[in-house]
């Protein structure tokens, strides 16, 4: 049996529900884009363009997690690279033999 952390499980949870969001949120603008639209207070316009504004909201956030995570992975790469060089601060770090 896996064991996962909670904190990885909550974070696969959310990452289902985002999926299952966008998908229905598609499948319900795809289904009634040709409904018979009652005029200026059509609930189910209302309800389309609350689901377009969702999937941009959804969208917005893919792109800045995207990037924040290319971000990351840049500074985490520097940083490897950079610390190959270490200055020993201690004398058995510089190897110095001390008699008195």
């Known amino acids: 049996m896996v064991r996962f952390p909670r904190n ?49 909201g959804l969208a917005r956030f893919g792109i800045f997690a995207i990037a924040a995570g290319l971000i990351l992975q840049t500074f985490v790469i520097i940083k490897s690279r950079l610390s190959f060089v270490t200055i020993p601060l201690t004398l058995v770090e510089l190897k110095i033999k001390y008699n008195s």
Not at 22 to 36: K, N, P, S
Request: net charge negative; with cysteine.
């Open 8 to 56: 990885r499980l909550l974070l696969i949870a959310l990452t289902v529900f985002l999926v299952f969001t966008a998908v229905f949120a598609e499948g319900f603008v795809f289904t009634h884009l040709d409904h018979d639209c009652i005029g200026e207070h059509c609930s189910v316009c209302l309800q389309i363009q609350i689901a377009q504004s969702l999937l941009e």
